[in-house]
């Protein structure tokens, strides 16, 4: 199918977003010890899920030296093999669906994602993250169906209309912008259905699709080197990464207010905030900030998120779902970047046993569906180990990172129906291994997925099993 349209300014010149004012600009009085404490602590519990997905995107599309590099901007990078403890970019990796990767430039013009046609009873989604690491739009088996389909991706400064021939306009909130791709594969032996599939998703420049002369090609970035995930905890050089980020960030509606504080101490898209040019007495008080953030973090997820009492379904979505909850925006990204929303997937946690105490593998656990308690979903479930403090999968002998909905035909059934899932270290014997999710032998969480979840488990009618410790 060709695509015909006219279109009015589709292609604006590439330009970054204004500045913000820096220090100076936005006030004249100093900025005591206790105001920049203060401020670095906002602006890291709002800064840290951008920074958190600036270092992954640096590590797959610019840093051609990372081993976790996919390839350059507005390209697809398919990958038809699932997720290992190889691969450590991303924390909590989804170890059952094959991934493809866009990272998306849209300064220039936007993209036009082609999707093929797919088998009805397989699920696929695509989903479109902005900066800020908010959902902005999904296509996929729940969403927009199989049948296949051409879909646009556009940046904040876009002002065109949908063209002919296009399904969705779906926009970004920041001109940078992340597309994960998630096609469900059945089993070893269906690899090479899902590489047919890859192969039919497309993307290419608006331009392009249209058969259009492109527009003038944004300017290079200057990319300002990430920080490790470790240094991001506690180096005050976390503020200058977060400042390359909002290049690339307009201020959402309502936030100019928070930004023009952040910019008492040089944070912002124009911000002058350079760590090494702080005096002792200031650098203090920026690491105190970052860590009153991290012990208000660690304080809601003990009496917030180890207790059930909130989790993944708050934690991700777009920015009118978040709705200025800075906190739940950052839980969700330390805890799982790129969760999905709600509504597309479920995440019940377990750090815990059903008696409160801490998840190791010093212990040993069953997890248990009771008859006819199987998670209620459209598509599929998994139950995924995840080594603490890392959140990465754990290798093991027998190569198996999950146990999902998939493999319950070589599940051992309990007498009544149920299922029984043994959580150890140590096999549990050969007879027995059918059943087996290794652990590592420290602390570990479990994670629940449910995609496309049904009602009863949306509703909190259904819940997920506690782990339960075996003598």
């Not at 709002?46 to 640096?58: E, S």
């Amino acid at each position: 199918m060709v695509l015909i349209a006219a279109l009015a300014g589709c292609s604006p010149a590439a330009k970054e977003p204004d500045p913000t004012p820096t220090q100076s600009a936005a006030e004249d009085r100093p900025v005591s010890l206790d105001e920049a404490r203060a401020i670095a602590k906002e602006a890291y519990v709002y800064g840290f899920p951008m920074v958190d997905n600036y270092r992954v995107q640096y590590a797959y599309f610019v840093d051609k030296e990372d081993p976790e590099y996919k390839g350059g901007w507005n390209a697809i990078h398919n990958f038809a093999r699932v997720s290992t403890p190889a691969d450590t970019a991303i924390q909590t990796p989804n170890s059952d669906t094959p991934y493809s990767f866009v990272g998306a430039d849209l300064r220039a013009e936007p993209l036009v994602l082609t999707v093929p046609p797919i088998e009805q009873d397989r699920y696929y989604s695509l989903q479109f993250v902005d900066g800020y690491t908010y959902n902005v739009g999904y296509v996929g088996s729940r969403t927009t169906g199989n049948n296949g389909g051409r879909y646009l991706l556009a940046g904040p400064g876009w002002q065109g209309e949908k063209p002919e021939g296009i399904d969705e306009v779906i926009r970004s909130g920041t001109d940078l912008a992340f597309v994960l791709y998630r096609t469900q594969l059945f089993g070893p032996s269906d690899i090479d259905e899902v590489k047919s599939i890859q192969a039919g998703y497309q993307v290419a420049p608006l331009s392009v699709a249209l058969n259009q002369p492109s527009p003038a090609a944004a300017p290079p970035i200057d990319f300002t080197p990430p920080l490790t995930a470790e240094a991001q905890k506690t180096s005050p050089q976390f503020f200058e990464v977060l400042n390359a980020a909002l290049r690339f960030a307009p201020a959402q509606p309502g936030e100019q207010e928070l930004r023009d504080r952040f910019a008492r101490i040089g944070i912002g898209p124009g911000g002058d905030f350079d760590a090494d040019k702080l005096s002792p007495e200031m650098r203090t008080a920026v690491e105190d900030g970052m860590a009153d953030a991290w012990a208000e973090f660690d304080a809601f997820k003990k009496d917030k998120v180890d207790t059930g009492e909130v989790g993944s379904a708050q934690f991700f979505g777009t920015a009118e779902d978040l709705d200025g909850n800075y906190l739940y925006r950052m839980a969700g990204a330390v805890l799982g970047i790129y969760g999905n929303t709600a509504a597309e997937a479920l995440y019940p946690s377990a750090m815990n046993d059903s008696d409160g105490a801490p998840l190791t593998g010093a212990q040993r656990y069953t997890y248990r569906f009771e008859p006819g308690q199987l998670p209620p979903v459209n598509a599929f479930w998994s139950l995924t180990m995840y080594e603490l403090p890392s959140s990465l999968l754990v290798d093991n002998p027998i190569n198996r990172y999950l146990i999902n909905s998939e493999m319950l035909p070589q599940l051992v059934p309990d007498a009544d129906g149920g299922y029984t899932l043994l959580i150890q270290h140590d096999s549990p014997g050969a007879d027995k291994e059918p059943n087996w999710l290794p652990a590592p032998e420290g602390p570990f969480a479990l994670v629940l997925r449910l995609y496309w979840p049904k009602p009863d488990a949306l509703n909190g009618s259904w819940q997920a099993p506690q782990p339960e410790r075996v003598g």
